[in-house]
């Protein structure tokens, strides 16, 4: 049996600059070369078609170079060259001296070697040197080897890049997800407004008009407009894109060489910059035609009916005893329970705590959201998910409890009777008072305390001059839970800063002069508030306010004459929908209020801001009036009939 010998093998990589010789031990019958046949046919086959280079054989220079190991590998050279594909049996098995030899190497091998040849005989120089940098791109970073070879020394140089055009639309369609009409329509309708406008664009190029000469259009100026204005039908209603594309190319065909001038002028114009003012900007002054004695004449025209109010939470008439005594039955059984008003959890309350631990209420921290759930606006040719979300914190609605944290839970109750079992309802008195001021705008801040939601501050200005009557902070009758501090504006160093109503005229003078936040008045509870309120008021003084039947309900008041800015301005799906006293004033005035984020609101500015949007709808339905004959005599005012 024939000895087994030991072979080595040549590691190969193309990645790598290290020739391994690793033992082997094999039949010495088995004998073969490094590659096997099949192997070297496919990179003869890569030789042949170009695609690998020219195939070199690697030498191993050693300190003693074995003329065994010389003979053997020029017969291997030379038979490679003479046939391009060699079978197993040309192989000869290694002689006793060359086995000797190979035992007497180490067992591993490694020095720097070239690397391998590229794809198309094109070969990588060793060395890169200044005088190739000439031919090569600017800005390209170069590696330099020094003169041993022993580490590379980098040299980079940067050039400015030229500046690269961006690339010109052609005349095509843009790709919506649901187009309007197919390819094929959208492109003839499109080519038929750019030759439209070409055309037109042409007649100004021809004018002798050169005062202004970016009126004229590029082609690809053309070919952009063309393709917004297409593109602004596209994302329009289904039904009428043709209609709409189709209108706006006969309105370009007749339209005339002056009005399409005038068009480029405004888009010209559009796209200048808007200088911005300095300072703030003023308010713009609201005119209503009329004197302040003539506005506050003119106002109890604005004053909401009675009837039907109740339906949408006002209260009009006091409960019955019957009705009280039914209300004092259900509390009395329902032990305390209620539902928070911010997550819906069931909870018990405790008025004057706990005897066990003090405790306010019970099933721990509350976690809510603040915001209410609305649906995302619709974009027009975008399939955008509808799915209502959290404006607090863009939450999708279900997917968490909350993302607030509150110590305790609250409620909030409605009804007439349960509010009227903690504080009595009280109609505005008879006053023989002749300095009660014609007009009064109202506005309170409301807050959670074991009794539900109660008020704790109170605010009146005169209408229409905005001056103030009232501002005070109230106690509320029960435990405090939550000041609703987000939207009240409330906070509680507020109350421990407050000065007491009746002292207020004494301590007025002690405030520093170094004191950045103004100290309210406070009083005691919600009784004196509302007794200080009917100093200021006859049940014929017109009360401003917005969704009054809050403030109304929280200081317990019965007032009939009444002027809501919810129903003056209605949502136009009716009540209980009502716009927003925020959006109302940028809609209708240009003007923003409650800015302060999560400082809450104020409600001397919403009392104001009340007031002027009556002022706005006094000033319309005058000037209407105006203009239908009616005359302003006297103080008073007189239909073309005289009455």
């Known amino acids: 049996m024939t ?20 033992p082997a031990p094999i039949d010495a019958a088995d004998v073969t070369q490094t590659k096997t046949s099949a192997d070297r046919t496919q990179q003869d086959e890569e030789e042949a078609n170009g695609l690998g280079g020219p195939r070199k054989r690697r030498r191993i220079d050693t300190d003693a170079q074995d003329p065994h190991l010389a003979e053997k590998a020029s017969s291997r050279t030379s038979r490679a060259s003479s046939s391009p594909i060699q079978s197993q049996e040309d192989a000869q098995p290694p002689t006793q001296a060359s086995k000797e030899h190979f035992d007497a190497l180490p067992r591993t091998a490694s020095r720097e070697i070239s690397p391998p040849p590229l794809r198309g005989g094109a070969r990588v120089p060793a060395k890169r040197t200044a005088s190739t940098l000439d031919a090569k791109q600017a800005g390209a970073t170069v590696l330099q080897s020094d003169g041993n070879g022993s580490g590379p020394a980098s040299a980079t140089r940067k050039a400015p890049l030229p500046k690269v055009k961006a690339p010109e639309e052609s005349l095509n369609p843009r790709m919506l997800h649901n187009p309007p009409a197919s390819h094929a329509i959208r492109l003839k309708l499109l080519t038929m407004l750019h030759e439209q406008m070409t055309r037109l664009n042409d007649e100004v190029k021809k004018s002798e008009d050169a005062s202004q000469p970016a009126l004229t ?78 506005e506050i004449a003119f106002v109890p025209r604005l004053t909401a ?70 649906r995302p606006d619709i974009v027009k040719g975008e399939n955008k998910s509808r799915e209502l979300k959290y404006a607090c914190c863009d939450e999708t609605l279900g997917m968490s409890a909350g993302c607030t944290k509150a110590d305790s839970h609250v409620f909030k109750t409605s009804d007439p009777k349960r509010l009227a079992l903690i504080m009595p309802f009280e109609t505005t008195p008879l006053s023989n008072r002749d300095d009660t001021p014609g007009a009064v705008c109202f506005d309170c801040e409301m807050g959670y305390s074991t009794f539900g939601m109660e008020l704790i501050r109170l605010t009146a200005t005169a209408w229409p001059d905005g001056r103030e009557l009232l501002d005070v902070l109230v106690r509320p009758l029960g435990e405090v839970l939550d000041l609703n501090s987000r939207f009240s504006g409330v906070w509680p160093e507020d109350f421990a800063n407050a000065i007491p109503f009746n002292e207020a005229s004494q301590l007025q003078n002690q405030i520093p002069p170094d004191d950045s936040a103004p100290r309210l008045k406070i009083v005691d509870n919600p009784l004196k508030a509302r007794q200080l309120l009917f100093t200021l008021l006859k049940p014929t003084t017109p009360l401003i306010g917005h969704a009054l039947e809050n403030d109304l309900n929280a200081a317990r008041i019965l007032h009939p004459t009444i002027i809501d800015t919810a129903l003056l301005y209605p949502h136009h ?24 984020g999560d400082q809450g609101h104020d409600s001397k500015e919403d009392a104001r801001a009340a007031g002027e949007l009556v002022r706005l709808r006094v000033g319309e339905m005058w000037r209407k009036l105006r203009a239908e004959g009616w005359v302003k005599r006297d103080g008073g005012f007189f239909s073309p009939n005289g009455e």
């Open 3 to 22: 000895p087994a010998i030991r072979r080595y093998r040549v590691d190969e990589r193309a990645d790598s600059h290290v020739l391994a010789l690793s």
């Open 305 to 374: 009916q009675q009837e039907g109010l109740n339906k949408h939470g006002y209260i009009t008439k006091m409960p019955t005893e019957t009705e009280l005594d039914t209300a004092r039955k259900g509390v009395k059984s329902a032990q305390g329970w209620e539902q928070c008003d911010r997550c819906n959890t069931r909870f018990q309350v405790f008025p004057g705590r706990r005897e066990e631990d003090g405790a306010l209420t019970s099933g721990g921290h509350c976690t809510y959201h603040w915001a209410k759930p609305r």
């Open 573 to 596: 799906r009716g009540l209980p929908l009502r716009f927003g006293l925020k959006m109302l004033m940028k809609k209708h005035l240009d003007r923003d209020i409650q800015t302060g």
């Open 217 to 294: 259009l590029s082609d690809s100026e053309l070919i952009l407009q063309a393709l917004d204005e297409e593109f602004q039908f596209a994302r329009g209603s289904f039904a009428i894109y043709q209609n709409v594309i189709k209108s706006r190319i006969m309105v370009l065909r007749k339209m005339k060489l002056t009005i399409w001038k005038e068009e480029r002028s405004k888009k010209i114009a559009e796209k200048l910059p808007k200088a911005t003012p300095k300072g703030p900007s003023a308010a713009k002054p609201l005119v209503t035609d009329l004197t302040p004695a003539e």
